[in-house]
C-alpha cells in the first residue's frame, strides 16, 4: 500500500477505536496541541494532548479539506489537476473518501469530468 495509504489506514484504525487512539496516540509528542491566549502578563500558551473527541473532530477537518482540494482539481479544465487528483485520490482508496456527502460530492465532479472525456473521444 502506499504511504498516503497507509497514512490515512491507521488514522482511521484510531478514529475508530478510542482505546486504540488513547494507547498509541494519547500522550505522543505529535498529538500535543497549543492553545494560545492574551492575558494582561502577556500571551499565554497552553499545550494540552489532544483528547480523542478532538482528534476526531480534527479528522473531519482533513478530510473535508482533501475533499475541497479535490474538487478543486476535477473542477479544473487543466488535465493535469485532473490527472493528479485522479492519482492522488486513487492512493487514498479504500481509507477516503468516508464522509457521505464528502463522496457525494467527489462522485459529482468525476462523473462531470467523465461526460466530457467521452464527448472528446
Not at 496516540?25 to 473527541?53: A, M
Not at 473531519?60 to 475533499?67: E, G, I, Q
Request: with cysteine; aromatic share 10%; glycine share 8%.
Amino acid at each position: 500500500s502506499s504511504g498516503i495509504n497507509a497514512e490515512y489506514g491507521g488514522i482511521s484504525k484510531w478514529h475508530k477505536d478510542k482505546g486504540l487512539y488513547e494507547k498509541e496516540c494519547g500522550k505522543s509528542p505529535g498529538f500535543v496541541h497549543v492553545i494560545r491566549g492574551d492575558s494582561s502578563e502577556g500571551e499565554k500558551r497552553i499545550e494540552k494532548y489532544l483528547d480523542y473527541e478532538n482528534f476526531r473532530h480534527v479528522c473531519c477537518k482533513w478530510h473535508f479539506k482533501l475533499t475541497k482540494a479535490m474538487v478543486f482539481c476535477f473542477d479544473s479544465k487543466d488535465y493535469s489537476q485532473i490527472r493528479n487528483g485522479l492519482t492522488v485520490l486513487n492512493k487514498v482508496l479504500p481509507e477516503f473518501p468516508v464522509v457521505l456527502n464528502l463522496a457525494q460530492a467527489l462522485e459529482k465532479r468525476i462523473q462531470k469530468v467523465k461526460e466530457v472525456e467521452d464527448k472528446e473521444e
